[in-house]
Nanobody, 119 residues
């Protein structure tokens, strides 16, 4: 069981930047893919960014060019840097970890961190 703890959320102004961090309870070398999702009020949870154990990244169209996901293996963390924040970035942001198993994929979630972008 992988435990994930997010940090770095809060109240931001439009045009500003944020950095979210997700700390895993074990070595991220053992995790095939990690990512960030978000869920705004009344909307479904959606992918923001993913990074594989090999370093390949994938971003939602809505954040491409504004967002960078990275892994810090020494600290067992995955970080999300987002710039040029917009009000529509307001959501609860969840860290995710996927581990392949012979029977499928074990998926883990953090508790979420609120990001509010408003002037």
């Amino acid at each position: 069981q992988v435990q994930l703890v997010e940090s770095g959320g809060g109240f931001m102004q439009p045009g500003g930047s944020l950095r979210l961090s997700c700390a895993a309870s074990e070595s991220i070398f053992s995790i095939d893919q990690m990512g960030w999702y978000r869920q705004a009020p009344g909307k479904q949870r959606e992918l923001v960014a993913q990074i594989t154990s090999g370093g390949f990244t994938n971003y939602a169209d809505s954040v491409k060019g504004r967002c960078t996901i990275s892994r810090d293996s020494a600290k067992n963390t995955v970080n999300l840097q987002m710039n040029s924040l917009k009000s529509e970035d307001t959501a609860v942001y969840y860290c995710n970890a996927d581990r392949r198993q012979p029977w499928g994929i074990d998926r883990y979630w953090g508790q979420g961190t609120q990001v509010t972008v408003s002037s």
